[in-house]
């Protein structure tokens, strides 16, 4: 088992910045993916983010050169820094850690989501 605790979010002004916390408890070592996803309202929760144990980093052309993914393998963190904020990021952004188990296969864990509201 795996448990996700978002931090970070808030109210910012266009073009500012916002760093949003992921931490992981449990099974950390079984942890293989980390990935952030928003889903705004009306709209279905897309992937804006992953970073595996390896470092590799993959983004959604919408937050390329904007966003950066982190995560430090050891305390099973991981860090979304945010810049150059837009309306259209307005979300609710969700922690998600994609475990790898034995007998078990992957398995997909999420966190409860933290709001970023971009004001137009």
């Known amino acids: 088992q795996v448990q996700l605790v978002e931090s970070g979010g808030g109210l910012v002004q266009p073009g500012g910045s916002l760093t949003l916390s992921c931490a992981a408890s449990g099974d950390v070592p079984s942890i293989n993916v980390m990935a952030w996803y928003r889903q705004a309202p009306g709209r279905e929760r897309e992937s804006i983010a992953t970073?595996?144990?390896?470092?590799?980093?993959h983004y959604r052309d919408s937050v390329k050169g904007r966003f950066t993914i982190s995560r430090d393998n050891i305390k099973g963190t991981s860090d979304l820094q945010m810049n150059d904020l837009k309306p259209e990021d307005t979300a609710t952004y969700y922690c998600?850690?994609?475990?790898?188990?034995?007998?078990?296969?992957?398995?997909?864990?999420w966190g409860q989501g933290t709001q970023v509201t971009v004001p137009s």
């Open positions: 998600n850690a994609v475990s790898l188990q034995i007998g078990k296969g992957k398995i997909d864990y």
């Open positions: 970073i595996t144990t390896g470092g590799y980093t």
